[in-house]
């Protein structure tokens, strides 16, 4: 086996990277990009209704408080647990700004740029989309991000009961709003 084969077949841990970046190696922090940047996308455009444009502010400041913060980076969590834990709260606080900005009780927009209407096709990403904030972060935590319940509770600072109630509660929502029997 040759050395670019084996060094395929060996993944460099998401910590070991970050410690890399931490002692000025760059492409560390590419490296973890590359591993999580498509997903957190995905999660932040399903926690901000879709809206691609604020989706995509949230990983960047995610990503920018990832950068100030790794060399505090303590290993108490896992970095992926880490990482989208930041992304959740940049998401939680853009929406917070943003129903702030449209007053107390301006409706939701109903414009959305073309790659955020492409992602909301369709039943099941509306319902996701209605559920509560909390039961919405369960949801695509583990059915979008895939990441186990406890990895989830995790993430979210809960406690793995908790968290698995919240799945539950939003499990059942969508099926009542999809008409299956819970």
Request: aromatic residues 6%; hydrophobic residues 40%.
């Amino acid at each position: 086996m040759d050395r670019d084969a084996m060094a395929d077949t060996i993944r460099v841990s998401d910590e070991d990277l970050l410690a890399r970046f931490v002692r000025g190696d760059d492409d560390a922090l590419g490296q973890l990009a590359s591993r999580y940047e498509g997903t957190l996308l995905g999660l932040a455009r399903g926690l901000l209704a879709g809206r691609t444009t604020l989706a995509e502010e949230a990983v960047q400041e995610a990503w920018v408080r990832v950068i100030r913060f790794a060399p505090g980076f303590e290993g108490r969590a896992s970095f992926k647990t880490w990482v989208y834990r930041v992304t959740i709260n940049r998401c939680r606080e853009i929406a917070r700004r943003e129903r702030r900005a449209r007053g107390p009780r301006a409706p939701e927009p109903e414009h959305r740029d073309a790659a955020g209407v492409a992602e909301l096709n369709g039943s099941l990403r509306a319902a996701v989309a209605a559920l509560p904030g909390r039961e919405r972060e369960a949801v695509l935590l583990c059915y979008h991000a895939g990441l186990s319940q406890r990895e989830a509770a995790g993430v979210l600072g809960i406690a793995e009961g908790t968290f698995k109630s919240r799945a539950r509660s939003a499990l059942k929502r969508l099926r009542r709003e999809l008409g299956e029997d819970a």
